[in-house]
């Protein structure tokens, strides 16, 4: 069975401060397929990332980071120099495959991203 | 563009109207979804059509009832709600149907309040 766990409940931050969402996925599979959604208050979940279980560079774009670290099931997004926009819930979700067609996300439970001034 | 639409934004009904939620995609995508998401709880899938064809029915109750009637297109029909189905629908779309890489589009979410 697929799980994914975003231990981290809620985070609250000053603006322009560094901030990480922690992301642990379990998976029996050798290929699978990590992503990561942003959804805020307006309640549309805005794709940020997909990263495959082959590549294990970490990928900055723009003020966004991620680190996959297979070795510790993580994958883990830092938002450097964090802006009140960046406020949402982010959810880190595993790809996978249902039986009779259709991609199943796992999702984690989210983690709310507070950033104050 | 990735762009899917969904109407209404927010739909307030009673227990025995009937209403229709709708979801657009226009990247020729190949599986659609819904999705219901209580407050701070993640997406929970429904329904998913590949090619147009309903391949799975998470155990939703029959008050819920899919249609896509084509391939940009899918509706959710709603019939004798109960209150606990308030909820955000979700609707989403993903390229192609048999490799768990595909990426899933979200549209922006009809909001439902069942009185």
């Known amino acids: 069975a697929q799980k994914v766990t975003q231990a981290q409940t809620e985070i609250s931050v000053v603006e322009k401060e560094d901030v990480t969402l922690d992301c642990v996925y379990e998976?029996?599979?050798?290929?699978?397929?990590l992503f990561w959604y942003k959804q805020p208050p307006s309640g549309e979940l805005v794709f940020l990332i997909r990263?495959?279980?082959?590549?294990?560079q970490n990928e900055i774009s723009g003020r966004y980071s991620w680190n996959f670290q297979k070795s510790t099931s993580s994958f883990n997004f830092t938002i450097t120099a964090s802006q009140v926009v960046d406020s949402a819930v982010y959810f880190c979700?595993?790809?996978?495959?249902?039986?009779?067609?259709?991609?199943?996300?796992?999702f984690g439970t989210g983690t709310q991203l507070k950033v104050e001034l | 563009d990735t762009e899917v639409t969904q109407t209404p934004k927010h739909l307030v009904m009673g227990m025995t109207n009937k209403k229709s939620l709708k979801c657009e995609q226009h990247?020729?995508?190949?599986?659609m979804y819904w999705y219901k998401q209580k407050a701070k709880k993640p997406p929970e899938l429904m329904f998913v059509?590949?090619?147009?064809?309903?391949?799975i029915n998470e155990s939703v109750p029959s008050r819920f009832s899919p249609e896509c009637p084509n391939s940009s297109l899918l509706n959710l029909h709603l019939h004798a709600l109960q209150p606990e189905d308030s909820a955000l629908y979700l609707c989403?779309?993903?390229?192609?149907?048999?490799?768990?890489?595909?990426?899933?589009?979200f549209g922006p979410g009809t909001r439902l309040l069942v009185l």
């Open positions: 059509y590949s090619y147009e064809k309903l391949s």
């Open positions: 998976t029996r599979d050798t290929t699978y397929y």
């Open positions: 979700a595993l790809g996978g495959i249902l039986t009779g067609g259709g991609n199943k996300l796992t």
């Open positions: 990247m020729g995508h190949r599986a």
């Open positions: 990263r495959n279980s082959f590549d294990e």
């Open positions: 989403a779309s993903s390229q192609d149907v048999d490799r768990g890489s595909e990426t899933q589009y």
